[in-house]
């Protein structure tokens, strides 16, 4: 009997080293070295005319006072110094706001809706927070600017957490009714929506690590997780584009918000280390959009997904912030994945500096992943990119390392739409609270003051002249 069980063991480890092999084969080249041009050649670069300039937020970071939702309920009692609180009071000082993104030559904005509002209890509508962000569309529009709608940015409405939020087998169902509800009222005015943002983060974070509500952590729920989000977005997808058609509106844009991280092997001299990379990279950076793109999605021995339809992105969002190194974990499940390599040591690696939350800057990856994403041959939108510090001369600098890095991949061919700055505002950043300072415009959190920032003045610039000088 005991030694089945050690054969059954060790057919199950040879499996899964299999399966980790055939899936790493997969996405080979995935992360070879592009050869980077950035900063080699001088020269003037002009963004195309109807370029995206702007900045991007999310419901519960800037609104206030969302208190019917998972996060809110989870601050009560897990982040006791992080509370979002009032955060920038933006549901009641939007216009403000978005007169200063005007004034600062923004040409788009990407902020989300917040479910909880829409749907306070399951299946009651709130007609007044409909009514109130088609008031927030409106006021962009009437500045000029390009709204682009998230459907869901990390929050779920109290009712449906409760009930087991993205776990449970009707939550796709239910996202889609909630989508159709807004896309109808709201519409006429909008042409770019993004059913969800960072998918990949929200399960790593929510039901993997822990670290985010509900807390849990396990990679059987995980894959449920993940399967669920892939099926939200479809069956919200279809709902956008059936609603344009029956009220004769012009066809929108629907796409997601994708994460992406570069990820490099913690020693480039171990193999270990290096498929671990690769493995993240497939998995964090390419497997949803891949599986959105393919209609499924498969790892021999570890999953397949089928969706009910393939090719249901027009377009990609991608928020890029830094570089990861990855080191060997073991070859189960999330040690497959490799876990953060921290040592500074022994390592033959030079890496640029940090910001405030320990991120390194590195605008070279933004290059890489807007060639790398090319693949797919859809519009991409930097729709996240920036930087938490207190120094905003870094800031500026930031921005414009990171334009150069777009310019130099549009150069290439990449089909850029635009780019989107993290973020408009200081805002609450989730579990790290206010701490980190993101805006292109300083919050003071006890009078609610704005300060436009020197260096939203520097993207102005940029914005105003379409061109980057080399
Ligand atoms: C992204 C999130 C966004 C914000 C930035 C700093 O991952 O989408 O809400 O927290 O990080």
């Known amino acids: 009997m005991s030694s089945a069980i050690s054969i059954m063991k060790k057919f199950v480890f040879f499996r899964t080293i299999l399966a980790l092999f055939f899936c790493v084969s997969m996405v080979a080249g995935c992360t070879s070295t592009h050869k980077t041009i950035v900063g080699e050649v001088p020269y003037e670069f002009t963004f195309p005319k109807d370029f995206l300039w702007g900045a991007a937020t999310s419901s519960h970071q800037v609104e206030g006072n969302n208190t019917n939702n998972d996060w809110w309920e989870w601050e009560q009692t897990r982040l006791p110094r992080a509370r979002s609180g009032q955060a920038c009071d933006q549901w009641n000082r939007f216009e403000e706001d ?49 709204p682009i709608v998230t459907l869901h ?57 822990g670290d985010w509500p509900p807390g849990v952590k396990s990679p059987e729920q995980a894959f449920k997780v993940f399967k669920n989000l892939l099926l939200g977005h479809v069956l919200a997808y279809e709902k956008i584009k059936e609603a344009y058609t029956r009220k004769g509106w012009k066809e929108p844009m629907v796409g997601i918000a994708q994460s992406v991280l570069i ?39 570890l999953f397949s997904i089928h969706l009910p339809k393939a090719k249901t992105l027009d377009f990609i969002g991608l928020n890029y912030y830094t570089r990861d190194f990855v080191l060997h974990h073991g070859y189960g499940f999330p040690g497959i994945l490799g876990q953060a390599c921290t040592a500074t040591v022994e390592l033959d690696r ?15 990856g933004l290059h890489t992943f807007l060639r790398d994403f090319s693949r797919y041959e859809l519009p991409l939108l930097v729709s996240e990119n920036g930087l938490g510090t207190d120094d905003d001369t870094e800031r500026s600098e930031f921005i414009i390392e990171h334009l150069k890095a777009v310019a130099f991949a549009m150069e290439e061919g990449a089909p850029v739409i635009g780019y989107l700055y993290w973020s408009l505002l200081d805002n609450y950043e989730w579990a790290e609270g206010f701490v980190p300072r993101f805006g292109l415009i300083g919050v003071n959190y006890t009078t609610q003051e704005r300060t436009v920032r020197d260096s939203a003045k520097k993207f102005e610039e940029i914005i105003r002249s379409g061109k980057l000088r080399f």
């Open 350 to 364: 030079h890496t640029g500096k940090d910001n405030f939350l320990s991120w390194e800057i590195y605008p070279k």
């Open 153 to 209: 940015h990390f929050t779920l409405p109290l009712w449906l957490a409760h009930q087991g939020g993205w776990l449970s087998e009707k939550t796709p169902e239910l996202f889609a009714r909630y989508v159709q509800k807004v896309t109808e009222a709201l519409g006429s005015d909008v042409h770019y929506w993004m059913t969800l943002n960072e998918p990949g983060v929200y399960v790593y974070k929510a039901y993997v690590i």
């Open 98 to 146: 978005f007169k200063l993104a005007q004034a600062l030559g923004h040409t788009a904005h990407r902020f989300s809706i917040e479910w909880s509002r829409i749907e306070p209890q399951e299946g009651q509508w709130d007609s007044s927070a409909l009514e109130h962000y088609g008031q927030v569309i409106r006021s962009l529009r009437s500045k000029g600017i390009e």
């Open 263 to 301: 990820f490099r092997a913690c020693s480039d001299r171990s193999l270990r280390d290096r498929v671990a990379a690769r493995f993240r990279h497939w998995m964090f950076n390419h497997l949803f959009v891949q599986a959105l793109v393919r209609g499924r999605a498969y790892c021999l021995g």
